[in-house]
């Protein structure tokens, strides 16, 4: 069944293949648009006290990384973590990094400003300890 996607008055999939994100004949605007199976593989990934790629995530939805690909998947990780602080879960996007430095994308760090009143530098020492510090909370919350 098709999720919808508040604000855009069409399905999350519909959105991404209207912005261009993904190709319309591309079967992965679906795959990256599937919450519960992409909250499923970094529930897998927090129980097993690892941290995903944003490359190794994709994959594990059976799509090449391209850039256009990783914005709508942050999409998705963005609505994870909004249902997931509703339910009182620490969130989940903390486990999705990039391969040069295993910290998140920009975009996370947005939200990271807002949710733990964070004011440093998206990059660099502080920043790593911040996301350490998260991913143990959530490796802790997913290990029992």
């Known amino acids: 069944m098709p999720r919808k996607s508040p604000g855009f008055g069409e399905t999350l999939d519909q959105w991404?293949?209207?912005?261009?994100l993904?190709?319309?004949?591309?079967?992965?605007?679906s795959a990256i648009a599937d919450v519960p199976r992409v909250r499923a593989m970094l529930i897998e990934a927090?129980?097993?006290r690892r941290v995903l790629s944003y490359s190794e995530a994709l994959g594990g939805l059976g799509l090449r990384f391209t850039r256009?690909?990783?914005?709508?998947f942050c999409k998705t990780l963005d609505k994870i973590d909004e249902a997931g602080a509703a339910a009182g879960e620490?969130?989940?996007a903390v486990l999705v990094v990039r391969e040069s430095d295993r910290l998140p994308g920009q975009g996370w760090w947005t939200g990271a400003r807002e949710a733990h009143g964070y004011e440093g530098e998206w990059t660099g020492p502080e920043?790593?300890?911040?996301?350490?510090r998260l991913q143990a909370v959530v490796f802790?919350?997913?290990?029992?």
């Open 46 to 48: 927090a129980r097993e």
């Open 90 to 92: 620490p969130g989940l």
């Open 127 to 132: 920043a790593a300890a911040l996301v350490a």
């Open 140 to 144: 802790e919350h997913w290990a029992g």
């Open 68 to 72: 256009p690909k990783m914005r709508a």
């Open 16 to 20: 991404l293949v209207a912005e261009g």
């Open 22 to 29: 993904v190709p319309s004949d591309d079967n992965g605007a």
